[in-house]
């Protein structure tokens, strides 16, 4: 915490963390401002003292987390990746997909929370896309034309094969550990070979 930032009272601390909780476990529409204070021990007026509405209550759980935690902490994870050179396309993406699982696994709750609630707030999507997106999509970009002009990615527009393998990798993660982790899924390599093999039929060139 900053000079600039106010200290946090124990009362507000224990509200985000009870919001936290319950937002990642019941989302933010099934969670109520009683249940909040019932698990933080406090009177639903203080919530409203401190942070004026539920939507205050979720910008205050979620920006600061994505502008000092989640942000640098996706970028720096997503980096070690991205800095490296992978001779083709598939090891990338099979990298790719080990460092997104590591990292969902390490920060669910939160992660929970943006998954469930962003495409409700626009203003989240924002914040997201403005802390966490431009430079990761400038890099991914650049990779992107490593690939093609080495033929091993199909001539279409760049963001559009970024949009295909991102979705691919983050509906399969997503799933399987915010979801519906305890659906029949197979062993976690055959799930990944399989996303490999469904991006082979589209926009990936045989080597």
Known sequence: MTNNEPKLTKKQIAI???????????????????????????????????????????????????????????????????????????????????NRKEFIKKNLPMLKILVQEIPFHPDLKEKFIEYVGNDIFDKLREIVKYYQDKGQLADMKTDTIIRTVATSILSYIVARYVFLPEANWDDEEVETERIIQILESGIIQNK
Do not use: C
């Open 16 to 98: 985000l963390e009870a919001a936290t909780d319950l937002f990642a476990e019941k989302g933010y529409a099934g969670t109520s401002t009683s249940e909040i204070a019932n698990k933080a021990e406090v009177a639903e007026g203080t919530i409203f003292k401190h942070f004026k509405s539920k939507k205050g209550l979720l910008l205050a759980v979620v920006s600061p987390m994505m502008v000092k935690w989640l942000a640098p902490m996706i970028k720096k994870d997503l980096n070690k990746v991205l800095d490296q050179e992978f001779e083709y396309i598939q090891d990338f993406i099979r990298a790719m997909i080990e």
